[in-house]
């Protein structure tokens, strides 16, 4: 059966753990499973880690990868996304996309013969979770040992994020304003993957005991029109040192970047001594090669 990667929540806890072990693993490079193989890497969206971790994780494994931008394939502009994806997995082994609507990777794997890979949709990012989960057991110890707090917008990597940690039997604390945060079905849904799941709307009480404090923009791709309301509503939750002192001790920062100072994290955190946001965006190039390699079988 074709193996695609659209979110964490369609993963078994067995398939997940096993993504993460391919991705520390060298095995996958020497084995080369995309040799004399394309990926197509199709963007709606900016993208700079996404874009060079799966460029070079694909090279890494033996393949080529064609960058294509979103307009230039006109996702059911130009044709439907069935004939661009059914015509693509001709020329690939791996069709990837980034994509506005989540809907387009869903149609793309509906008919594509070869995996589909997402780099990030209005619902998911499960590439960033991957790096995340390898970032966090590296420099804190196993997920099930961890409080992992995320505060601000419940958003695509948010929702990634939380689906990784219950499934790996952590406890995912929400900081979150009303309204931008997870509905009730939705920690629900959460908490049926394993762990604990615990909200709030002061991000004080969210961070209490967190072993790791996770941020993202408040103003997500195709979110623009939004920004002056969102930089109002999410004021109170700059991550910032006086927040910072509410978690553990010992806590790391995390962000999955792009970043920006002095809003929802301050330069003090986000520069500072336990700030693991560069080797974080490091391990986008751990987590692909991990990715890609089990979507070829491995
Ligand atoms: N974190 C992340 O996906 O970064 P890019 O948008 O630069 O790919
Ligand atoms: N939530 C952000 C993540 C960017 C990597 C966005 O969707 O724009």
């Given at each position: ?47 700079n ?19 294509t ?10 044709e ?133 404090v996770?941020t ?55 520069d ?27």
């Amino acid at each position: 059966m074709t193996r695609h990667l659209l979110d964490i929540a369609s993963l078994s806890v067995h398939e997940l753990r096993h993504i993460l072990d391919l991705s520390v693993s060298q095995t996958t490079i020497a084995e080369k499973p995309l040799a004399d193989k394309g990926v197509a890497l199709i963007f709606e969206k900016p993208s700079n880690r996404t874009r060079h971790s799966m460029e070079m994780a694909v090279v890494a494994l033996g393949g080529h990868p064609v960058y294509t931008r979103g307009e230039e394939v006109g996702f059911d502009v130009r044709e439907s996304v069935e004939d661009i994806a059914r015509i693509m997995a001709g020329y690939h082994a791996v069709l990837a996309a980034r994509v506005f609507s989540h809907s387009v990777v869903e149609r793309m794997a509906a008919v594509s013969s070869v995996p589909v890979v997402n780099m990030l949709s209005d619902m998911s990012h499960p590439l960033q979770a991957l790096a995340d989960i390898i970032t966090m057991e590296e420099h804190c110890g196993p997920i099930s040992s961890l409080t992992v707090a995320w505060i601000g917008d419940y958003n695509n990597v948010a929702r990634s994020l939380g689906e990784a940690v219950c499934k790996l039997g952590g406890n995912f604390t929400l900081g979150c304003p009303e309204g931008y945060n997870a509905s009730p079905d939705e920690i629900a849904r959460l908490q049926e993957f394993g762990g604990s799941v615990r909200q709030s709307v002061d991000p004080k009480e969210a961070v209490a005991g967190a072993h790791v404090v996770h941020t993202d923009t408040w103003i997500s791709m195709g979110q623009e029109e939004e920004s002056a309301a969102r930089r109002v509503i999410f004021a109170p939750y700059c991550v910032d040192a006086a927040l910072m002192q509410n978690a553990d001790a010992n806590a790391k920062f995390m962000h999955c970047m792009p970043a920006h100072r002095g809003e929802e994290v301050s330069a003090e955190v986000f520069d500072g001594a336990s700030s693991l946001v560069i080797q974080q965006g490091h391990h986008r190039l751990t987590a692909a090669r991990g990715a890609l390699a089990w979507v070829m079988g491995k």
